[in-house]
C-alpha cells in the first residue's frame, strides 16, 4: 500500500516532468500524456492578441488539450451516470 508521502512525492515527480516538457516545447509541438498518449495530448501553440484599450499586442502560448478515446469514453460514461 502506498503511503501519502510516496503518492505526495509520485505527484511531484510527475508534475515537475509534465512542467519541464511544456517549458521545452516549441510552438505548435504535441506533447503526449501517458504511455503512447493513453490520457491524450496538449498542443502548446503561440498566440497574440492586440488589446483594444492600450493598444499594444500581447503574445502568449495556449495549451489545447485532446482527451485520448478511452478517456473521452469514460468522462462520458460519468456525465451519462450523473444525468440519468
Known amino acids: 500500500m502506498n503511503s501519502q508521502k510516496e503518492l505526495k512525492q509520485a505527484y511531484q515527480l510527475v508534475t515537475q516532468d509534465l512542467f519541464a516538457r511544456l517549458v521545452k516545447a516549441k510552438n505548435g509541438e ?47 460514461k460519468a456525465l451519462e451516470k450523473k444525468y440519468k
Open 30 to 76: 504535441t506533447i503526449y500524456l501517458g504511455t503512447r498518449g493513453s490520457f491524450g495530448s496538449l498542443k502548446k501553440t503561440e498566440s497574440q492578441t492586440k488589446c483594444s484599450l492600450d493598444g499594444n499586442t500581447y503574445a502568449f502560448y495556449r495549451l489545447n488539450f485532446k482527451p485520448s478515446r478511452h478517456l473521452k469514453s469514460e468522462l462520458n
